[in-house]
C-alpha cells in the first residue's frame, strides 16, 4: 500500500488526475475541508506497481509536493493550525505524526519529501526495534 499526503488542493487534484491518466486505481482516506484546510488530503493506492511505473508516480509525487510546499508557504502561516507527517508502522499501519506547521515549513525548506521519510523511518525502526549498542559497535 502506497500513501501520499498533500496539504493543498491544487497538487492534490493534479495528482489525482495523473493517476487517472496512468489508469492506477486509488482511493481517498479523508475529505478536503476547504473552510478549515486543518486535515491532510491523503491518497492511496493498493496495487503494487512495477518498478518503472512506481518510479513515474514517485517522480510526479515529488514534484506535487514541490508545489504543494510552495502553495501552503504562500499562505499566512497563522492560517494553518495543524500539521503532521504520515509515518508508516512496521505492522503496516499509518499514523500521523502532529507536528507545528512552523516546524514543517522548515524542515521542508531544506529536506526532500525522500530524505524526510528516511529520517522518519529511521526514528520508527530505532522505536520499534531498540538496538543499545553504540554505532561503533552497530556494523560488526
Same mark, same amino acid.
Given at each position: 500500500?502506497?500513501?501520499?499526503? $498533500? $496539504?493543498?488542493?491544487?497538487?492534490? %487534484?493534479? $495528482?489525482?488526475?495523473?493517476? %487517472?491518466?496512468?489508469?492506477? !486505481? $486509488?482511493?481517498?482516506?479523508?475529505?478536503?475541508?476547504?473552510?478549515?484546510?486543518?486535515?491532510?488530503?491523503? @491518497? @492511496? @493506492?493498493? %496495487?503494487?506497481?512495477?518498478?518503472?511505473?512506481?518510479? !513515474?508516480?514517485?517522480d510526479y509525487y515529488d514534484q506535487m509536493m514541490d508545489l504543494n510546499g510552495q502553495l501552503v508557504s504562500a499562505h499566512d502561516e497563522d492560517e494553518i493550525s495543524n500539521a503532521g507527517i504520515a509515518v508508516n508502522l512496521n505492522d503496516g499501519h499509518m499514523v500521523m505524526a502532529r507536528l507545528e506547521p512552523s516546524l514543517v515549513y522548515k524542515v521542508s525548506s531544506v529536506l526532500s519529501q525522500d530524505e524526510l521519510m528516511t529520517l522518519v523511518n529511521a526514528v520508527v525502526d530505532a522505536v520499534e526495534n531498540p538496538d543499545d549498542r553504540p554505532l561503533c559497535k552497530v556494523d560488526e
Open positions: 500500500m502506497l500513501d501520499y499526503i $498533500f $496539504f493543498h488542493l491544487t497538487p492534490y %487534484q493534479a $495528482f489525482m488526475e495523473f493517476l %487517472q491518466d496512468l489508469d492506477i !486505481k $486509488f482511493h481517498q482516506s479523508n475529505e478536503y475541508q476547504e473552510s478549515t484546510e486543518e486535515q491532510g488530503l491523503m @491518497i @492511496i @493506492i493498493d %496495487q503494487e506497481l512495477e518498478d518503472d511505473l512506481l518510479e !513515474k508516480v514517485e
